[in-house]
């Protein structure tokens, strides 16, 4: 079946480094590739949409500057929390589909950044 | 534009009890439907999807959801719930098959005493 590996699970870091976030898909070609991020006892909430070779599109009030997001390959998406703040502090999940095909919405497994 | 309501926040149910989880659902046309599952700190793991077809949709671990296109539900069952069941569910709605992302509910958190 398919499996997107998300990476690291978890992170911490200090206030004003930045973090990157792996997602990649195994075995099918994720042309798309959702964000989320996710606040305690809560939905899930998009932060963006990008699709392979293109810029992301990004939901309302989400810093692009901030949360930048690349996907130059197939298989892999990276999510960048840049100048990271306490505030950036949750626990952020990828997201793969194939546009054609049955792998769509498979999630990896979380990364909980935590920022002191 | 898509959205999800599930009305239900909290179940407690008895291990060994059946159980039904809720989930309504507004959208245009016929949607792609699907049930997803989270464990504390993880990510969410697809327990059934609905696109078209048999409107009775057999999932893992002995979950079964129904479409009701009269009720635009998609309500989540299991006959017998085992302890390892607690978790928070969560339905969501999509569109324009891997194009769009999913639009999620608020999630049912399931607690199952023993």
């Known amino acids: 079946g398919a499996v997107v590996s998300q990476h690291p699970s978890w992170v911490i870091c200090k206030s004003g480094t930045s973090v990157k976030i792996e997602c990649r898909s195994l075995d099918f070609q994720a042309t798309t590739m959702f964000w989320y991020r996710q606040f305690p006892k809560q939905s899930l909430m998009l932060m963006a949409t990008?699709?392979?070779?293109?810029?992301?599109?990004?939901e309302q009030g989400v810093e692009k500057d901030k949360f930048l997001i690349n996907h130059a390959s197939l298989t892999l998406s990276t999510l960048t929390v840049t100048s990271a703040h306490p505030e950036d502090s949750s626990f952020y999940i990828c997201s793969a589909s194939e546009r054609q095909g049955d792998y769509g919405y498979t999630f990896g497994s979380g990364t909980r950044l935590t920022v002191v | 534009a898509q959205s999800v309501t599930q009305p239900d926040i909290h179940i407690t149910v008895s291990e060994g009890a059946s159980l039904e989880l809720r989930c309504n659902y507004s959208y245009g046309a016929t949607p792609y439907l699907f049930w997803y599952v989270q464990s504390p700190g993880q990510g969410l793991q697809l327990l059934l999807k609905y696109f078209s077809g048999d409107t009775l949709v057999q999932g893992i671990k002995g979950f079964e959801a129904e479409f009701k296109r009269s009720q635009s539900s998609f309500n989540l069952r299991k006959p017998s719930v085992h302890w390892s069941d607690a978790a928070e569910y969560f339905c969501?709605?999509?569109?324009?098959?891997?194009?769009?992302?999913?639009?999620f509910g608020s999630g049912t958190r399931l607690q199952v005493q023993p």
């Open positions: 990008s699709n392979e070779g293109s810029k992301a599109t990004y």
């Open positions: 969501a709605v999509g569109a324009e098959w891997g194009r769009r992302a999913l639009t």
